[in-house]
């Protein structure tokens, strides 16, 4: 398991660094395949200054994703509070797959690729060498990090509950019925609306 923690308008210590891998590497328990665990450290300019310092992180498991973001007056508090709120995801998440009916999914397991978009706020990209030295390119966006992980196949309710999870607008699967790359996504209705290619 690979943790890659980066700080944003910060000065980024080995201490706050060191801690933040040690709360984190706990949730190995949870999965036996994580891939990778991203934690972006960060102080936003607020009024509420009890909320200025962010922690943001993102646990890339084996077909399963899991985000959590967390602010207070203290980095380490948001550190905490966002380990234990993505603890109580995964404990959930493993109670719900205790109660989804037991389904032989497709044996072909899928490669999915994540990646990482660095763009400034006026547009402007930066690269990964640039963001050290504070200067912004003028092209179009780039890809600064990406990689690999493999995508489980699961039933499209298995997705829509990864989607509730997330909660973001879409999440793309491997569907273990038809082994084709859907997308699952929350109509204004509240249901969900399933993409399938067609060929």
């Known amino acids: 398991m690979q943790i890659v923690v980066t700080g944003k308008n910060i000065h980024l210590s080995q201490a706050l660094k060191d801690y933040a891998e040690k709360k984190l590497s706990s949730i190995k328990k949870y999965f036996d395949h994580i891939i990778e665990v991203d934690v972006t450290l960060s102080v936003d ?30 980095l380490y508090a948001s550190i905490d509070m966002v380990a234990d709120k993505i603890e109580r995801q995964v404990k959930k ?24 978009l660095s763009i400034t706020p006026k547009g402007k990209v930066k690269v990964a060498e640039e963001e050290e030295k504070g200067i ?8 600064v990090r990406s990689g690999t992980f493999p995508m489980k196949p699961m039933f499209a309710d298995e ?14 699967f491997s569907n273990a019925e038809t082994n084709q790359i859907n997308v699952i ?14 060929f």
Request: net charge positive.
């Open 45 to 74: 300019e607020v009024r509420d200054q009890t909320r200025s310092k962010v922690c943001e992180v993102t646990v890339w498991a084996n077909g399963i994703v899991m985000r959590g973001k967390k602010a207070s007056e203290d």
């Open 93 to 116: 998440y493993k109670d719900k797959q205790r109660d989804l009916p037991r389904r032989q999914p497709a044996k072909e397991d899928r490669m999915a690729t994540h990646s990482v």
């Open 136 to 143: 912004a390119a003028d092209t179009a966006p780039k890809i």
């Open 159 to 172: 997705a829509a509950h990864q989607l509730e999870l997330l909660k973001q607008g879409f999440f793309v």
């Open 185 to 198: 996504y929350k109509r204004s209705d509240g249901n969900f609306g399933l993409i399938e290619p067609e």
